[in-house]
């Protein structure tokens, strides 16, 4: 069974590579030139844009659109409604990265408002931003989530009740990953807890899903991918670790050089 | 005294590890994801983000406040104040580092109009920017300091005088780091020049002191910590000098592997 | 020929060494970091601003001006046609990076506005960009030139006639750069397809350009020797290549290392 997915993941790795999608993000300034990078590492072509008056130009053109909360405002959130919802009519996958959603009423309040105009086609956030995305009003200390002890099946019936409410892939990220349509459910084991502790690796990881989601229908196996990729280069850049900064720079060095040789390294399992 | 100084900086050091401290960042968007790595690499958490609507709610989970003034607009001045008035109100410390002060009219009437509103519990910035601060019209070149020549008793009375006005720490960065509040005075010979040729080191130092602000409530000794780390950091990243973009990598990696060991390289007094 | 062509630009390079020249950026949130790292890593000082209230003194402390449309919105527009037109009056060299200029008509109008209010020294684009400026409505793919396959004679032709409407240089960069100032013309061979691989080498030629610029009123050797720069080292950072994260920093490491022995490495010729 883990073979044959990883021969159907490959196929998206390759057509990414043969079709260099673009990747339209309306983002955060923090880490957009990270999300940017890991784009073209991953064999797309990014293009952050988040003017009210040229997004629906720009997205009309894009395969994939990422809408990311992290430093948002008001202009942000309008220009969000705007290109998601010509990417609604595009039939052009929309992927949702709540960064700190469940750290003010103003993210929650706009999120709402997002949730409500557009259709998405992936929601990814850590535990504590799923939950507000489901309307439990859990506190989050930032943009990191509280508390990830929680039982793994509630964490996998939270996931199933998000896909289910907003007809979606729900991605929970966290020790190990949840992956679910509402019906299937994939379990990924790989990751290293260094990932924490760089900046925008939760923004890179929804950059690299919608990348995937980009060059085939089946969202549920790209968002699987693009989980699995971050996950894997990240262990991949612990080898011989000598700090934050260059473990950093093997991270982009090992997406740049993933294959299906790397894939196979993938921990996961379908429930 | 400078062994019993090394054991009251760990104890900060290792208070950041244990309680990762959220820290609040309004800041300017060439440098945010330096300073929000450079706060992971010692152990917090950070956060930006400058939106009007949320600044209160976000300061609220901070155990600090770092309010810097590179790429300064009306709007983000707003959100500093607001920001800081809320800081204030919570005895959570606020971080000043009025970035390029000197150079416009603009950020100087910003700046007064954030000290009149704001109580700071340090600011930090080059000789250029500190005369400004205190009243003193020194026209800089950009973000960086003209004139580092003058003489030290100059430099360690402006510092005094800053601290006294504005009842907070002062940090003075140059090829000598002054850092005072008023009585005691810390000078710190550590540091390079390549720490001049990458930008955002001066934020970074900023965001490092915040980080060591939230844990304790000796600003003084902190501050000196913050200090010390970039100028100690700065040194040993400069080994097997390769350039600038493997010595930015490796100033990331010391930090991120920064101990009681490295503190002992620190060179610095008390006056 | 070339010989003595190497002498001049070996001048420009020690003349920013020696003079560390103010450049001002009025540009997008992707790449701002790697554009001031590269201007330091070439021996200039970087400032980015682009509040309305402050463009015109900081330009007025400036050498040049580099402006970058990428991540655009009608306040930097704003913001490009004050500080040009100031930079105008003081005759400060103003550089014009159109990114992505054939992606939407926003772009088009803002540039259109800018070009009609600002005389610059310097354009620098992909061939769509160009095209674009020049009137062709070539829609681009994102911020990426679709089709860099023209003729050779085409692609001169249309650089010649762009320097001769806007009465400045005009560079090309593609698989060939081209230089000209409307009468000779610089061909540049140098280069990698990885500098098309990482954000913002475009954005950073632009700022290699602009600092060349600022220390001599021969805008043609100065573009030609800051598209040389970012050639060599892009060829100098594929050896021993391990991905593109070290490709990146290796990149910034040639950049700060780079002296006349490295531009001897130069493949250019004139027509």
């Known amino acids: 069974m883990i073979l044959k997915k990883i021969d159907q993941l490959t ?76 990417a609604n009519r595009l039939k052009i996958p929309v992927i949702l990265d709540p960064v700190g959603v469940g750290a ?50 509630e964490k996998k019936g939270l996931a199933i009740e998000v896909s289910k409410k907003f007809k979606c892939i729900t991605v929970i990220t966290g020790k190990e990953d949840i992956i679910t349509d509402g019906g299937k459910v994939y379990i990924v084991e790989n990751g290293t807890p260094l990932l924490a502790k760089i900046t925008g690796t939760g923004c890179m990881t929804a950059s690299l899903i919608s990348t995937c989601c980009s060059v085939t229908e089946n969202y549920l196996l790209a968002s699987l991918l693009g989980v699995l990729i971050m996950g894997i280069c990240g262990e991949l850049a612990t080898i011989e670790n000598r700090g934050l900064g260059s473990f950093k720079v093997k991270l982009f060095d090992h997406i740049s050089n993933f294959t299906k040789e790397e894939l196979k390294k993938g921990r996961f399992y379908e429930e």
Not at 38 to 65: K, N, R, Y
Not at 128 to 141: C, D, L, Q, S, V
């Open 11 to 86: 196929e998206i790795l390759l057509e990414i590579k043969k079709q260099n999608p673009l990747i339209h993000h309306i983002t955060n300034y923090v880490t957009a030139n990270d999300c940017a990078n890991i784009v073209l590492a991953l064999g797309g072509s990014p293009i952050m844009a988040d003017c009210c008056e040229e997004v629906e130009e720009i997205v009309s053109m894009a395969s994939a659109l990422t809408l990311n909360l992290g430093t948002l405002n008001e202009k942000t959130a309008n220009s969000m409604i705007i290109a998601g919802k010509k």
């Open 104 to 153: 003010t009423q103003f993210r929650r309040e706009m999120l709402k408002e997002i949730l409500e105009e557009v259709e998405v086609a992936v929601i990814k956030g850590n535990l504590t931003e799923i939950k507000n995305i489901y309307g439990i009003r859990e506190k989050a200390k930032g943009v990191d989530s509280v508390n990830d002890g929680i039982f793994y099946e």
